[in-house]
């Protein structure tokens, strides 16, 4: 049973444009959502984190927003760039040291 | 500082052989853990540890066996390996409000 749930799985943007991505939980005892980056051949790289405190986010053009009544939260993108282009994955646990559980990943491409 | 290094980048292994994926890391980390990465699956957990000396099971953990001596090193062995786990395994360490620190990667062909 998928723990999270992630979509869509692909998304082409163009440059410049919002890039969104969504995904949904349902064990309410998750406090930590991250979002990682992964380009190819590499390994997924940290890039913005929330815990259910608080209903938004924003670490320069990377913002999450979190719906902790609907169990969402979603990753937006503004001024996309074609070195956005990268998957980006969502994740959930419950407290740190605790294990982590990977939404599907999305593949963004930002077109120029 | 490396982070997590992992060792081999690449590997081709025959149905049956066994291997040992290398992890260690230099930011004295408690928790490590290893995943598998196949295409539309995410990220999937074989096995992780919360310390040296204690290792526990992922979601995934057959045909793959771990131990933690060190606080640094947490090596990842298949027993025999099989077709289905060709796949990118990355090693990650935890830090300490829950940042996940993952390594290069291995890419893993079983024929």
């Known amino acids: 049973q998928q723990q999270v749930k992630q979509s869509p799985q692909s998304l082409i943007v163009q440059k410049g444009g919002i890039s969104i991505i969504n995904c949904a939980y349902e064990?309410?005892?998750?406090?930590?959502f991250p979002w990682y980056q992964q380009f190819p051949g590499k390994g997924p790289a940290l890039l913005i984190a929330?815990?259910?405190?608080?209903s938004e986010k924003k670490e320069g053009r990377f913002t999450i927003s979190f719906n902790k009544s609907a169990k969402q939260f979603s990753l937006h993108i503004m001024d996309s760039q074609p070195g956005d282009s990268a998957t980006y994955f969502c994740?959930?646990?419950?407290?740190?040291?605790?294990?982590?559980?990977f939404g599907t990943g999305t593949s963004l491409t930002v077109i120029p | 500082n490396a982070g997590v290094t992992q060792t081999p980048k690449f590997q081709v292994l025959k149905t049956g052989q066994s291997m040992t994926l290398q992890c260690a890391q230099d930011?004295?980390?408690?928790?490590m853990s290893w995943y598998r990465q196949d295409p539309g699956m995410g990220l999937r957990l074989i096995h992780y540890?919360?310390?040296?000396?204690?290792?526990d099971q992922g979601e995934v953990p057959n045909g793959y066996n771990v131990s933690r001596s060190t606080t640094e090193d947490f090596p990842l062995r298949l027993l025999s390996a099989a077709p289905s786990q060709t796949s990118v395994y990355f090693c990650?360490?935890?830090?300490?409000?829950?940042?996940?620190?993952f390594g290069p990667g291995t890419r893993l062909t079983v024929l």
């Open positions: 994740a959930a646990s419950m407290r740190p040291g605790n294990q982590f559980y």
């Open positions: 064990n309410t005892a998750f406090d930590y």
């Open positions: 929330i815990r259910p405190d608080v």
């Open positions: 930011m004295n980390h408690e928790y």
């Open positions: 540890s919360v310390g040296a000396g204690i290792t």
């Open positions: 990650a360490a935890q830090g300490p409000v829950g940042e996940q620190f």
